[in-house]
């Protein structure tokens, strides 16, 4: 029997190996975001959940010292059998505060609580409508409860919506708040509206939660409401929480067998998240997610988490990427099936506010020349990517992509860019447009943007801009969109739906408005562009009084990007004194690439 079990082990081992998905524990000796590896090298990681820094902040580190000293090094038993230590109570007395319950309840794990509050609610004759997405922790808690599952797609209100309408049995409805592999957010808000129209139970798992969304638990009195959340994250410890009514701490307490039938969370652990929480709920705290929110915002301008996946498609792609990105002393992690579908390979960046702006200064650099070798999916879109370069979910990148932006509305954007296009297309490139959204009055008889540069590339207006990013309202694009009670948009959105057709030698991208106008709901055109990720950056002005104020304000806001940037001076009038010393000043005092036509442009571009 025994041979016959190794036998059954080592075919087992054959065939993970034969299908390229070899796992390891890679040794790192590390103390917060810094550490070294097996063979002595010194890496930065961009690979863990510690996302405030915490698991070395000297207060938390000082309360699991003192709990040491003063309860030793274990609870000893379950804390039914041998009873509770006072960091536990203390702890969870906190926790129910931070999250607006009457009560809270720690396991050892975010995994044993997501596994005891499931099983707990979800007996015989329950269902459980549960996300695609959803953490690994959820998907088994799912399967060990006795109600009927239900797996809805992926953050769709409406599919939920007909699940929940379908049957009247009580139903537990189960989401990640942030999903741990894409980092996108779940719309909770209108999760709890519709389970307290229902009468669903709603369980969110709050655990990558650091920068939101957050939920107001007094929103809906009458909705049974179960936040599960980490100690071992953000709180930089070890543990997980079920924050709750008394009545459902009550029931874990007595039903759920990961409580019940387990050593509790050690007293040191207990006493290093306290702290913790006491840091988090204190303004260093929103210094800290202040920090980890500019961090996000260098590589994912508006993304809704710390956790930035750089989807490239196939295992090897992400696997050699990641051994590139170690060779330079960062630690990325390759991320594969079975953990994410087929085709959807990829890096997952996760930051720290530990990291300082030289640690993400390296990281932007050194996934600079790994571009050619990205294919994000079409399924999965990567939300951004690095910082000057990098694409948006794309079939098959330009050759060279081009952002215009400009210091404000009406400087003659789309004039200099159909303009470019065209000269460009005489000399035989194949070129061609996007004008990710475009606003303006239905009676408006002059020709819009994406016409104007569908005449200069030769392709179908709608495929320059889509009709569902045409808004009949003179206004910001999200502005117009909330006006026409239309759904919202964010960066994200419209990156992703910037898509191009093989062979394009240059593609060229037109924002609407000024750099800092609206674009989506959770940034201005320049988070657009930087999500997009161009290879050069036209900015037109006019050529007259204000120009250099306009410029300069621009410039500054891109301080931080590596584009090479060109600075057009539409309308300019060689006898104009004023537009001559503006180019003079820009040029001599400023150091900008400026050029007064479209020829010149060309030049730069080509």
């Not at 039903?255 to 998240?273: E, G, H, M, N």
Request: some cysteine.
């Amino acid at each position: 029997m025994a041979d016959g079990w190794a036998g059954r082990v080592d075919a087992r081992l054959a065939e993970i190996r034969a299908a390229g998905r070899w796992r390891r524990v890679r040794p790192l000796d590390a103390h917060g975001p810094i550490g070294t590896t097996a063979d002595g090298s010194r890496v930065t990681s961009f690979a863990s959940n510690d996302y405030l820094g915490l698991s070395a902040h000297p207060a938390v580190v000082a309360a699991a010292h003192a709990a040491l000293d003063r309860w030793g090094a274990g609870a000893t038993a379950s804390r039914l059998v041998v009873g509770s230590r006072p960091p536990h109570h203390d702890l969870e007395a906190d926790l129910a505060a931070w999250k607006g319950t009457e009560a809270a309840l720690v396991f050892p794990t975010g995994y044993a609580a997501n596994v005891g509050v499931l099983t707990a609610l979800a007996g015989p004759g329950t269902r459980i409508l549960s996300d695609a997405l959803n953490h690994a922790s959820i998907v088994d808690g799912c399967r060990l409860a006795r109600g009927e599952l239900t797996v809805v797609p992926h953050a769709d209100l409406d599919a939920l919506a007909a699940a929940l309408a379908a049957d009247d049995r009580p139903t537990v409805v189960v989401a990640d708040s942030v999903f741990s592999m894409d980092g996108d957010a779940a719309d909770v808000d209108a999760l709890a509206g519709l389970c307290a129209r229902h009468g669903a139970a709603l369980v969110l798992d709050e655990a990558h939660g650091v920068l939101g969304p957050d939920l107001d638990p007094g929103a809906h009195p009458d909705l049974l409401l179960v936040r599960v959340g980490t100690l071992s994250k953000a709180l930089g410890a070890l543990g997980g929480f079920v924050a709750c009514s008394t009545a459902v701490r009550d029931l874990l307490v007595n039903v759920a067998r990961p409580f019940i039938f387990t050593t509790a969370l050690s007293p040191a652990d207990a006493a290093a998240a306290h702290a913790a929480l006491g840091v988090v709920r204190s303004p260093e705290g929103d210094a800290l997610r202040a920090r980890l929110r500019a961090h996000v915002d260098r590589l994912a301008p508006g993304h809704p988490s710390p956790i930035v996946p750089v989807v490239l498609g196939p295992e090897d792609a992400a696997l050699a990427t990641a051994e590139d990105l170690l060779a330079q002393g960062l630690l990325v992690p390759a991320i594969r099936p079975p953990t994410v579908p087929e085709g959807t390979s990829r890096l997952r960046v996760t930051f720290s506010a530990a990291h300082t702006d030289a640690d993400v200064d390296r990281l932007l650099a050194a996934l600079t020349p790994l571009r050619s070798r990205w294919h994000p999916s079409d399924e999965h879109p990567t939300p951004a990517t690095e910082v000057g370069d990098g694409a948006a979910a794309t079939g098959s990148r330009p050759a060279t992509l081009v952002a215009v932006l400009g210091t404000g509305t009406e400087v003659g954007k789309t004039w200099v860019a159909a303009r470019l296009l065209a000269a460009l297309r005489v000399e035989g490139r194949t070129v061609a447009a996007r004008k990710p959204a475009q606003s303006a009055e239905p009676d408006d008889p002059t020709p819009s943007d994406a016409d104007e540069l569908a005449a200069a590339t030769g392709e179908d207006p709608l495929d320059v801009c889509p009709a569902h990013r045409r808004y009949a309202r003179a206004m910001a694009p999200p502005m117009a969109a909330a006006a026409l009670g239309r759904p919202g948009l964010t960066v994200a959105d419209l990156a992703a739906e910037v898509t191009w057709p093989d062979g394009v030698d240059v593609g060229l991208v037109e924002t609407a408005g000024g750099a800092a106008s609206p674009a989506a709901d959770d940034g201005d055109s320049l988070a657009l562009v930087r999500a997009i990720g161009p290879d050069h950056v036209v900015l037109v002005a006019d050529a007259g009084l204000g120009t250099i104020n306009g410029i300069r304000l621009v410039v500054a806001a891109m301080a931080a990007d590596r584009w090479p940037a060109t600075v057009v001076l539409n309308r300019y009038d060689a006898g104009d004194p004023l537009h001559v010393a503006n180019r003079a000043w820009l040029r001599t005092r400023e150091g900008l690439d400026v050029v007064t036509d479209v020829e010149a442009l060309a030049e730069r571009i080509r």
